[in-house]
């Protein structure tokens, strides 16, 4: 069964297939078999769209998860529906650069965080920072994501 689905309205998808590696082995890790999510590729003028529209936060940011579990489970044939995660590209790269490691790493770093935060994980208190953060890099170094 495949988990998740890709989006790309901008010709972004190119080398990004190694995403289903790291995405289904995040899966396997948090023993999340039965999920299905979208994971959509935007510029940073629909990212900032969302973000002052939903967040009330007039700026381009990397990552907007929105989980749909939130408001109860959606269930189809025995499968979660848990959300979507709009990751926008041009802000990856850029932030690749200022973090000094490959757009590989940084794509799958944002795709994995917002995967937990479908899956219910935050980080609104140091102690969900710390566990979600570890759990992201358990997970990236399990997929052989490295910096």
Not at 25 to 31: C, F
Not at 40 to 64: A, G, H, P
Not at 85 to 93: A, D, R
């Amino acid at each position: 069964m495949k988990h998740f689905s890709i989006t790309d309205n901008y010709g972004y998808e190119q080398n990004y297939k190694y995403l289903n590696k790291v995405l289904n082995y995040a899966l396997s890790y948090l023993k999340a078999t039965d999920v299905i999510f979208d994971i959509i590729f935007v510029d940073e003028k629909t990212i900032r769209q969302i973000n002052k529209e939903y967040r009330k936060i007039d700026k381009i940011t990397d990552v907007i998860s929105f989980a749909f579990e939130d408001n109860g489970k959606i269930v189809y044939n025995n499968v979660r529906l848990i959300g979507e995660i709009y990751v926008c590209i041009p802000k990856m790269k850029a932030q690749a650069i200022e973090y000094g490691h490959s757009q590989k790493r940084e794509l799958s770093f944002l795709c994995v965080h917002g995967l937990l935060h479908l899956l219910g994980y935050d980080h609104m208190t140091k102690e969900e920072e710390k566990t979600m953060f570890e759990l992201q890099e358990l997970i990236l170094d399990g997929a052989n994501i490295q910096r």
